[in-house]
Nanobody, 122 residues
Framework: QVQLVESGGGLVQAGGSLRLSCAASGRSFSSYAMAWFRQAPGKEREFVAAIDRSGDNTYYADFVEGRFTASRDNARNMMYLQMNSMQPEDTAVYYC???????????????WGQGTQVTVSS
């Protein structure tokens, strides 16, 4: 099973940008669909974006509204989330996940990583 480590979070002002990274271990990264989730304080974890095995197709939660872009580099076992025009409501811990199916998303199981904290100040 693939192991995932998130990084790239930080503090950014409203309207700013961040690029999150997800590093995967194992040789089967390209066999998984991948996704980003987030969890804000006091709220349930929610879906943000998903990308298929090849990286050619993505889909996003409605709240993204064209501000985020998911991408992946299968040669480097990496996935990314470019976040632009960020708002205070984007403040959350962001997690990446591996999946067996892209649409609808079907998790490959396993434990969540530590995630990466994103804080957007107003």
């Amino acid at each position: 099973q693939v192991q995932l480590v998130e990084s790239g979070g930080g503090l950014v002002q409203a309207g700013g940008s961040l690029r999150l990274s997800c590093a995967a271990s194992g040789r089967s990264f390209s066999s998984y669909a991948m996704a980003w989730f987030r969890q804000a304080p006091g709220k349930e974890r929610e879906f943000v974006a998903a990308i298929d095995r090849s990286g050619d197709n993505t889909y996003y939660a409605d709240f993204v509204e064209g501000r985020f872009t998911a991408s992946r580099d299968n040669a480097r076992n990496m996935m990314y989330l470019q976040m632009n025009s960020m708002q205070p409501e984007d403040t959350a811990v962001y997690y990446c996940a591996a999946g067996h199916r892209f649409i609808p998303w079907e998790s490959a199981g396993g434990s969540w990583g530590q995630g990466t904290q994103v804080t957007v100040s107003s």
